[in-house]
């Protein structure tokens, strides 16, 4: 409550910035000039393509060539291929057309 209404002789202090909800210890994005992905192939033309890929999606990566390891470019993939939200579709209204194609409202047709 408000000191304004209720005042009881002592004002209560505002609380700091960094306790005031905001962010301050905030973490680089993977894939950013600050963090840069990680990542490993085999042969130099398959850098070039991995490289055409990082420039077409604006990210950036230290990309090594060494043919004795195996490809590791698994944090590139899972930035590409993030998950897309699931949205419901609208629920039909008891007076807009019937989906069937009758021409009749929903709930005279399949409504019920």
Do not use: W
């Not at 393509?49 to 899972?78: P, R």
């Amino acid at each position: 409550m408000s000191d304004k209404f209720f005042f009881k002789g002592r004002r209560t202090p505002k609380p700091a910035y960094g306790e005031s909800g905001y962010n301050t210890k905030r973490q680089a994005k993977p894939g950013t000039q600050a963090k840069p992905l990680i990542l490993s192939v085999q042969t130099n033309e398959r850098q070039a393509e991995i490289q055409l890929i990082l420039e077409a999606h604006k990210l950036f990566a230290t990309i090594s060539v060494d043919a004795s390891t195996d490809e590791n470019i698994a944090e590139l993939e899972a930035i590409i291929n993030k998950p897309k939200a699931v949205t419901a579709e609208a629920k039909i209204n008891r007076n807009d057309p019937c989906t069937c194609g009758s021409g009749k409202k929903y709930k005279k047709c399949c409504g019920g």
